[in-house]
């Protein structure tokens, strides 16, 4: 299968939409984002370090709001009724504040350092010597329940 076709029916009209396999030379992590009255929805966010981020930003307000992110040089208008699209590439771990200055929301985007693959092979941690273990309630006697 080359790739995933999901059908939608649309007033009685299948309409099939191609989903095909994309490959990124870097990773991309796309994130929603809903700016209101009371703040960005989310307002806790994470990514890995290297990964480029692709913002969809909107807003509930009628009065014009936005996203700046701290040390990005990252700025997208949130319009209500309209998505903003627009790409931040994270290239070191922190904790960096998402904003908007006309409101005083705020939000944070932690980066994580990205680990390295290991090539040991880890057991799994209940298996020791062929023996498995076993929590038991300390004052467990041992007789079965009545």
Same mark, same amino acid.
């Given at each position: 299968?080359?790739?995933?076709?999901?059908?939608? +029916?649309?007033?009685?009209?299948?309409?099939?939409?191609?989903? &095909?396999?994309?490959?990124?030379? %870097?990773?991309?992590?796309?994130?929603?984002?809903?700016?209101?009255?009371?703040? +960005?929805?989310?307002? %806790?966010?994470?990514?890995?370090?290297?990964?480029?981020?692709?913002?969809?930003?909107?807003?509930? *307000?009628?009065?014009?709001?936005?996203?700046?992110? %701290?040390?990005?040089?990252?700025?997208?208008?949130?319009?209500?009724?309209?998505?903003? %699209?627009? &790409?931040?590439?994270?290239?070191?771990?922190?904790?960096?504040?998402?904003?908007?200055? *006309?409101?005083?929301?705020?939000?944070?985007?932690?980066?994580?350092?990205?680990?390295?693959? *290991? &090539?040991?092979?880890?057991?799994?941690? *209940?298996?020791?010597? &062929?023996?498995?273990?076993?929590?038991?309630?300390?004052?467990?006697?041992?007789?079965?329940?009545?």
């Amino acid at each position: 299968m080359k790739g995933l076709y999901l059908l939608i +029916f649309l007033s009685f009209q299948a309409v099939a939409i191609d989903f &095909d396999e994309k490959y990124y030379e %870097q990773p991309v992590r796309e994130v929603s984002v809903i700016v209101t009255e009371t703040g +960005f929805f989310p307002d %806790q966010m994470m990514a890995f370090e290297g990964e480029k981020l692709k913002f969809f930003i909107t807003s509930t *307000s009628k009065k014009s709001q936005c996203m700046v992110l %701290q040390k990005h040089e990252f700025f997208v208008a949130a319009e209500r009724g309209v998505i903003n %699209q627009a &790409d931040v590439t994270v290239d070191r771990p922190g904790k960096f504040k998402f904003y908007c200055p *006309s409101f005083g929301h705020e939000g944070w985007l932690t980066v994580f350092k990205k680990g390295k693959a *290991s &090539d040991e092979i880890r057991k799994p941690a *209940s298996v020791d010597d &062929d023996k498995p273990k076993y929590w038991i309630p300390r004052d467990y006697d041992g007789a079965e329940s009545r």
